[in-house]
């Protein structure tokens, strides 16, 4: 239960420092971007493995086993 109220207690933005704000703020904008451009490596990653698998399926060769 402690855990519960600490978390709580955490997103409580009205009890922070105008300092605290801006490093989290700052620090969650980083994340954001870091998850952001892995998004877009996943997005690009898998559009290349269904054109790979597109054009397996043309030649008519069955898929690897996996």
């Known amino acids: ?3 519960f109220l600490q978390r709580k207690n955490m997103s409580n933005f009205k009890t ?7 490093d989290f703020a700052h620090q969650a904008n980083d ?4 998850q952001n451009d892995r998004i877009e490596q996943l997005q690009c990653d898998l559009k290349d493995a269904i054109a790979a698998y ?4 043309k030649k ?6 996996q």
Request: aromatic share 4%.
């Open 1 to 3: 239960m402690g855990t």
């Open 16 to 22: 922070w420092s105008q300092e605290n704000l801006a």
């Open 31 to 34: 994340k954001m971007i870091q």
């Open 54 to 57: 597109r054009k397996l399926m």
């Open 60 to 65: 008519g060769e069955p898929p690897p086993d």
